[in-house]
C-alpha cells in the first residue's frame, strides 16, 4: 500500500461488514394521522369532498405535507383550495375547481 502524507487511509475490509442504518427519525404524529386521513378519502365516494381544516399550521405548509403524502403513496386524490373556506384545504378524489375537464 503507497505511503500518504497528506490524508489517511485505513485497512481495506469487505463490503458485507457494512450494517444497513434505520431511518433517522420516526415519522412525524401529524404525517401519520393525515396519511391516515387520505387513505379513508381514497376509499371513500368519488362525489364527496372533505374540509380539511388546518389549525395552527399555514395553509401553504399542510398543502405541501398533504401532497408530499398522496405523492410518496400514489393515491388518487386531489386538493384545492377555495375563497369561501379560509384556512381549509378542500381533498377529493375527483378534481376540483378549474381542474375540471369538461367534455
Known amino acids: 500500500m503507497p505511503r500518504y ?3 489517511k487511509v ?7 461488514n457494512l450494517v444497513k442504518t ?6 412525524s404524529p ?3 394521522e393525515l396519511l391516515k386521513f387520505l387513505h379513508e378519502v381514497s376509499v371513500g365516494p368519488e362525489s364527496m369532498v372533505w374540509p380539511l381544516s388546518t389549525g395552527k399550521e399555514k395553509t401553504s405548509t399542510m398543502r405541501a405535507v398533504v401532497l408530499r403524502l398522496i405523492h410518496r403513496n400514489s ?12 384556512s381549509t384545504l378542500l381533498v377529493s378524489r375527483t ?3 378549474r381542474n375540471i375537464k369538461k367534455d
Open 5 to 7: 502524507h497528506e490524508i
Open 30 to 32: 401529524r404525517d401519520m
Open 75 to 86: 393515491l388518487p386524490i386531489y386538493v384545492a383550495v377555495n375563497a369561501m373556506y379560509p
Open 10 to 16: 485505513g485497512t481495506p475490509f469487505p463490503a458485507s
Open 95 to 97: 378534481p376540483i375547481g
Open 22 to 27: 434505520k431511518a433517522k427519525r420516526p415519522p
